[in-house]
C-alpha cells in the first residue's frame, strides 16, 4: 500500500464505521422507542433498562456518526426549530411553578428536542433510511398482528377493555402510531401491495377503537389518493373483500364464544367509541366533551396571560385529571402567544418542498406525513414527543430538494 492510498483507505473505513454507528442508531430507534416496547418491556418489568437508557444509545450513535462523518450533517431545518423549542421550554421554566412537574417537563421536552437533532443526524445516509423505513415496515405489522391477537386476548396490554393497544398500552397511541408506521413504511412497500399493506394497517387501526387515530387515517388515505399514490378501484376492491372476511371471522368467534367479554360492559363501550350506541350509551361517553372542556380551560389560562403563558408544565399540575390533549392550545397556555407559532413552525419546515417526478411517492407520503402530525396535534399533547413522530419527521426531512440518485432514501 502506497502513502497516497492511505488516506482514500481511511476514509473508507471511517465511512463504514459511521454508516454501522448509523443502522445500529437507526435499528435501535425503531425496535424499541418507535415500538413502544421500551416503555412497556420497563414497567412491567421485563428489561431493567428504561427507554432513558436506549435513548442515550441513539444519541450515541448519532455522535459517533458525526465524529466519524462530519461532512454528513443533515436536518438543518430540524436542528433550528429543535433549539427554539428547548428554548421555549427552559425559558418558561423561569415563570412557572418551578416545582418538580414542571422541571420534569421542561427536561422532557428538551430532551425530545436532542433526539430529534439525533435522529436527523442518523437519517443523514440513504441507506440508513432506507434501513428505517423497512424497520418501521416490520414494527408495523408486528402491531397490526398484537392487535389482532389482543381481540381474544383482552387487556394483555391494553389499559382499556375491548380496545387493542400492542406494546403502547394506550390505544390513543397505538392508533397514531400505526398511522405513523404506514405512511413512513410505504414507500418501501411494492407497488402492487400498497392498497393491501394500507388495509392491513387501517384493520390495526379500528382495533384500537380510537375516533382521532380513525379520523386521520381516513384522511391521509384521501391524501394519498389524491396524489395517485395509491389505486382507487384496487383499495375498493381490497376493502369490500376484507370487509367480508373479517365479518365471517368474527361472526364465526362470536358464536363460539370467543369473544364472550364484549356480552357486558365492553360491548356498550365498543358501540359508544364508534358512535353506534343508544342515546344514552352516548350520553354515557364522556370524552370528547372532556378533552372540549380541557382545551377551554387552556384557552382560559392563555387569556388572563397572553404575553407570557403560565409557564412550562402549567397545563400538566394545573387541577384537572389531564392535560389539554391538544399541543397547540397546551403551548399559548404554558409559552403564551409565541407559542402559537412552534407547531406551525415545525409544519412549515418538514413540509417537502420539492418534488422531483423520480421521489413522488416519497414526498407523497412525506406531504401525508406533515398532515398526519399537523390533525394529531389536535388530539394530543405529546406530539412533539412521541418517538414514532420524532423519527418520522427526521426522515421526510432528509428527503433530497435535487434529484440526487446518490440521495434518494
Known sequence: MTAAMIPTAVIDGTS??????????????VGFLFSGFSTWAFNTGAIPLPPLAFMLVVLACAGAAVLLEPARLGGARLKAWSAASACFAMLAFLWSSGSEVALQEAQTRTLSAMLLVGFSLLMADASTRTLTRRAIAV?????????????????????????????????????????????????????????????????????TLSRGALLCFGIVVAVLLASRLLRVKRLSLLTGGGTLLVASVMGAMMASGELSYLSGGAERFVKQRLGIGSR?????????????????????????????????????????PESTHNIYVRHVA???????????????????????????????????????????????????????????????????????PESVP
Do not use: K
Not at 380551560?297 to 397572553?306: I, K, N, V, W
Open 334 to 404: 404554558e409559552y403564551g402567544v409565541l407559542g402559537a407559532l412552534l407547531m406551525p413552525g415545525l409544519l412549515f419546515l418538514a413540509w417537502p418542498r420539492h418534488r422531483p417526478r423520480a421521489l413522488r411517492v416519497y414526498h407523497g407520503a412525506a406531504q401525508a406525513f406533515v398532515t398526519f402530525v399537523a390533525l394529531w396535534g389536535l388530539f394530543s399533547h405529546n406530539v412533539a414527543d412521541d418517538a414514532f413522530i420524532l423519527i418520522g419527521l427526521a426522515l421526510i426531512t432528509a428527503l433530497p430538494d435535487r434529484l440526487d
Open 139 to 207: 414494527c408495523t405489522l408486528i402491531t397490526v398482528a398484537i392487535n389482532v391477537w389482543e381481540i381474544t386476548h383482552p387487556m394483555t396490554f391494553s389499559m382499556a377493555l375491548g380496545r387493542s393497544a400492542s406494546f403502547y398500552v394506550n390505544p390513543n397511541i397505538a392508533g397514531a402510531a400505526l398511522v405513523s408506521g404506514m405512511l413512513l413504511a410505504l414507500p418501501v412497500v411494492p407497488a402492487r401491495l400498497r392498497e393491501a399493506f394500507v388495509l392491513i394497517v387501517g384493520a390495526g387501526v379500528f382495533l
Open 16 to 29: 463504514t464505521l459511521a454508516r454501522v454507528a448509523r443502522s445500529v442508531g437507526a435499528l435501535v430507534a
Open 280 to 320: 344514552e350509551e352516548l350520553s354515557a361517553d364522556l370524552s370528547a366533551s372532556s378533552r372540549s372542556q380541557l382545551a377551554m380551560h387552556a384557552l382560559d389560562l392563555f387569556g388572563e396571560r397572553p404575553l407570557t403563558g403560565f409557564g412550562t408544565g402549567a397545563t400538566v399540575e394545573w387541577n384537572e
